[in-house]
């Protein structure tokens, strides 16, 4: 079993910057490709942002392409989402998520086997 704890979120201005982890515990994450995924309030849950298992392969949609970068610390079993010159509309929860182990990189909520409890991040025009 994987428990993935996020951490970092918070209240930001727009344009402001904000850096989230996710930290994994019970076991190695080093072989599971991992996710950000977002959920803003009345709406579905979206994908963010995939990484591989050795970072070599990463995947974002448009609306934050560009804006956001993930990056991983193996060693340290943690993911991160660098946000940067953010927007209203990327207030959501923000949830991490891992996929099986020696899978690849993937958008799709489904394919994630464990996710964390998510943190809030709040951006204010």
């Known amino acids: 079993q994987v428990q993935l704890v996020e951490s970092g979120g918070g209240l930001v201005q727009a344009g402001g910057s904000l850096r989230l982890s996710c930290s994994a515990s019970?076991?190695?994450?080093?072989?599971?490709?991992m996710g950000w995924f977002r959920q803003a309030p009345g709406k579905e849950r979206e994908f963010v942002a995939t990484i591989s298992w050795n970072g070599g392969s990463k995947q974002y949609p448009d609306s934050v392409r560009g804006r956001f970068a993930i990056s991983r610390d193996n060693p340290k079993n943690t993911v991160y989402l660098q946000m940067n010159s953010l927007k209203p509309e990327d207030t959501a929860v923000y949830y991490c998520a891992a996929r099986p182990p020696y899978s690849g990189t993937s958008p799709y909520e489904y394919e994630y086997d464990y996710w964390g409890r998510g943190t809030q991040v709040t951006v204010s025009s």
């Open positions: 019970g076991r190695t994450i080093s072989t599971n490709a």
